[in-house]
């Protein structure tokens, strides 16, 4: 397996390679990103090229956020990769990324993104979509594969990809979880053995949630706070708890596709998970 860290290099091993399936990461790889490169796989086939990026993006993090402190293991992820059958590693630096203060950025339309995790991570998403949009362009891929666990994330760059005329499938992977159920992320790392038994209680909610819906209680408002006082209960600290359409995160009505989404803080570690109804 490769691993690239300039653009003019990867450009010119690029040249002529296809077709391309790309997952970006943060890196802190898990089963779930491993599950998004088989993925990738399997839609170009043997022939087809895997490429991954590893980049850390400071646009995406608010300065109270956990930029300095995200785990950085490029030496495990890369091995990972490799493992699960990447062919290509991109691991550009800041300086790589962005040599001079990024001043052109993609910003997203706010009824998709200044909302759930837009509303409470201002900019989050303009961070994300210039991120992404660049490595895009680096990376020229025909397929890229976001896992539905970050499932705002997936839906705002399935819309900038569809504004844009991108040429790029978005294909989704779905969300690996524990034995138990608790939904994979690097962020876990963060959280003690004691914290992982109780992080399980995110996705109960949202389950609880979509079975009272199913079950013909319509009034979310209630829905929503009683999901919030539970959790509050046990101790958390949640930013929401919320019932929407699943294409564009709209308010949830009766006969469409319908996903719970919940974000909350576990002591010092912010979790988000989601259900699909
Ligand atoms: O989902 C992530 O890990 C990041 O938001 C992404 C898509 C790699 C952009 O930095």
């Known amino acids: 397996?490769?691993?690239?860290?300039?653009?003019?290099?990867?450009?010119?091993?690029?040249?002529?390679r296809g077709p391309i399936a790309f997952v970006p990461t943060m890196g802190n790889l898990h089963d779930g990103h491993l599950a998004l490169v088989r993925q990738a796989r399997a839609a170009v086939g043997p022939q087809g090229l895997?490429?991954?990026?590893?980049?850390?993006?400071?646009?995406?993090?608010?300065?109270?956020?956990?930029?300095?402190?995200?785990?950085?293991?490029?030496?495990?992820?890369?091995?990972l990769l490799?493992?699960?059958?990447?062919?290509?590693?991109?691991?550009?630096?800041?300086?790589?990324?962005?040599?001079?203060?990024?001043?052109?950025?993609?910003?997203?339309?706010?009824?998709?993104?200044?909302?759930?995790?837009?509303?409470?991570?201002?900019?989050?998403f303009v961070g994300v979509c210039t991120v992404v949009a660049k490595l895009f362009n680096i990376v020229q891929p025909q397929v890229a594969v976001f896992g539905k666990?970050?499932?705002?994330?997936?839906?705002?760059?399935?819309?900038?990809?569809?504004q844009m005329a991108l040429p790029i499938e978005i294909l989704a992977g779905e969300t690996e979880r524990s034995p138990q159920g608790l939904a994979?992320?690097?962020?876990?790392?963060?959280?003690?053995?004691?914290?992982?038994?109780?992080?399980?209680?995110?996705?109960?909610?949202?389950?609880?949630?979509i079975a009272r819906w199913q079950a013909g209680e319509r009034d979310l408002a209630v829905l929503e706070e009683d999901a919030m006082q539970a959790l509050r209960h046990a101790g958390w600290q949640p930013d929401y708890v919320t019932l929407r359409r699943q294409h564009d995160l709209g308010e949830a009505r009766d006969g469409e596709p319908l996903v719970a989404l919940g974000a909350a803080r576990l002591g010092a570690t912010r979790l988000i998970d989601n259900l699909e109804a």
């Open 1 to 16: 397996m490769q691993i690239h860290h300039d653009i003019p290099a990867l450009r010119a091993a690029l040249q002529g």
């Open 50 to 79: 895997v490429v991954a990026s590893i980049f850390v993006n400071r646009l995406q993090f608010a300065p109270h956020e956990d930029f300095d402190r995200y785990p950085r293991t490029l030496a495990r992820d890369a091995e």
């Open 82 to 124: 490799d493992g699960a059958g990447c062919d290509w590693v991109f691991a550009p630096d800041e300086a790589a990324m962005y040599p001079e203060p990024q001043g052109y950025k993609v910003h997203p339309p706010a009824e998709l993104a200044d909302i759930l995790e837009g509303h409470f991570r201002p900019g989050f």
């Open 184 to 209: 994979l992320s690097s962020r876990n790392g963060y959280l003690s053995e004691t914290q992982k038994q109780q992080a399980l209680l995110l996705s109960r909610t949202l389950k609880q949630l």
């Open 149 to 162: 666990k970050d499932y705002q994330q997936l839906m705002v760059i399935r819309r900038m990809v569809a």
